[in-house]
């Protein structure tokens, strides 16, 4: 075999194992679109959701669409504040939990005892939370006390003052997250409310669960309320996810929240204030990478966010990165290879010419 035909043969096995890697990366660098909400429980946006944005069936959910209008439902896995950074209750006013104090989601927040609700009974129960886009970060679940009246607008007095279920990083499970908790012994109707709070970004994202203890979800009692009707609440499935896909306007490449119509919409807090949620979370890029976390999850040390954004973005355990960085790596040193070979088959012609 000749000089030159052994440089050919070395030039492309170098080509091909430089291609790998490039595949790699590029396969890993794909972006989720959205988040997520509460499953089991069902949450209040997704059990709307599941009965059609254009056409509810139930009297909740068409007040909710009269309200709010129909895209609140289209973007169902987004009730969030991009800069919450665990300042939920400084943030979020009284009255407007369940739409996190954004106006897009106003129509969650009506009171009434009527909303789809999921059949509960104390003690041990395993929670589902459909993750869209997973993220690093902790589950906390809360209750209403004992004399709840769903007819009232919700506040933060309603709640108990101590999650009953506190879960970090749980078990993702075909799209779901999925952990345990100790629900307290309750009657009548109920609300449970979560926070999942991003340990990887500032973000935290917020849903209502109704939900009934004793008699099922037919049953549908508040204080001093007289007991009235009420469907039970069933999640939406992967077929209208996937079609409802279609007219969500979530655009979470960026994290930035919601589209330009609602871009300048900010929650107000008890002071009057604006959070400056649903703007860019661009801004919280030295947050990312000044707090790396555990498996490479976060932003990198010398000040870049980017590798961490991805991982966030696409839910990867640790392994994304690596291995996005190590085919770069070998792809550079194949290029590097490639590039000597070429100069060595140069030298090669001009000491035969």
């Not at 929650?267 to 990478?289: R, Y």
Request: net charge negative; proline share 7%.
């Amino acid at each position: 075999m000749t000089a030159r035909a052994t440089a050919r043969r070395g030039t492309a096995r170098l080509a091909v194992l430089g291609m790998v890697p490039l595949t790699l990366t590029v396969l890993s660098a794909d972006p989720a679109a959205a988040h997520g909400s509460m499953q089991d429980p069902v949450s209040r946006v997704s059990a709307c959701f599941a009965e059609g944005p254009e056409s509810p069936d139930s009297a909740a959910c068409k007040a909710a669409v009269a309200a709010g209008g129909t895209q609140a439902l289209y973007d169902w896995n987004e009730v969030n504040i991009p800069d919450a950074a665990g300042r939920h209750k400084e943030i979020i006013p009284d009255g407007k939990l369940c739409s996190a104090g954004r106006d897009k989601y106003k129509g969650l927040d009506l009171p009434r005892a009527d909303w789809p609700a999921t059949p509960m009974t104390a003690g041990e129960h395993t929670f589902t939370y459909r993750a869209t886009a997973p993220h690093r970060g902790s589950f906390e679940l809360y209750i209403t006390k004992d004399g709840y009246d769903p007819t009232k607008p919700l506040t933060w007095a309603d709640l108990e003052a101590e999650p009953f279920a506190k879960v970090t990083d749980p078990t993702l499970r075909d799209g779901s997250y999925v952990f345990s908790g100790k629900v307290p012994g309750k009657s009548g109707r109920h609300l449970i409310y979560s926070v999942w709070q991003r340990s990887d970004s500032p973000e935290a994202f917020y849903t209502c669960s109704d939900v009934t203890f004793g008699g099922g979800a037919a049953t549908a009692k508040g204080a001093g309320t007289k007991a009235s009707s009420a469907p039970t609440a069933a999640a939406p499935d992967d077929a209208q996810i996937a079609e409802g896909a279609e007219k969500s306007t979530v655009d979470h490449h960026g994290h930035g929240g919601d589209s330009g119509a609602e871009a300048d919409h900010r929650p107000e807090a008890a002071d009057g204030k604006g959070t400056g949620a649903n703007q860019p979370e661009a801004k919280s890029a030295e947050v990312m990478a000044a707090n790396t976390g555990p498996e490479g999850s976060q932003g990198s040390q010398d000040g870049s966010a980017a590798d961490g954004q991805r991982l966030a973005e696409t839910g990867g355990d640790g392994s994304t990165g690596p291995m996005a960085i190590g085919g770069a790596a070998v792809l550079a040193t194949g290029a590097a290879v490639l590039f000597a070979v070429a100069n060595r088959r140069k030298t090669v012609r001009r000491g035969r010419g």
